[in-house]
């Protein structure tokens, strides 16, 4: 009983939940990532 509701209810939310963080997390990471270089080369041209 209890382990068919693990599986029924569970394993969806968690692959529907993967699937939102996942882009959540590329989009954080491209946005620190263009950060990133732009601070390097603000550094660059300051001297």
Same mark, same amino acid.
């Given at each position: 009983?209890? %382990?068919n509701l693990?599986?029924?209810v569970w394993v969806p939310?968690?692959?529907h939940?993967? %699937?939102v963080y996942w882009e959540i997390w590329v989009?954080?990471?491209l946005i620190g990532f263009a950060m990133y270089?732009?601070?390097s080369a603000d550094?660059?041209?300051k001297g």
């Open positions: 009983m209890f %382990q693990f599986i029924n939310l968690m692959l939940y993967t %699937q989009g954080m990471g270089k732009s601070r550094k660059r041209s």
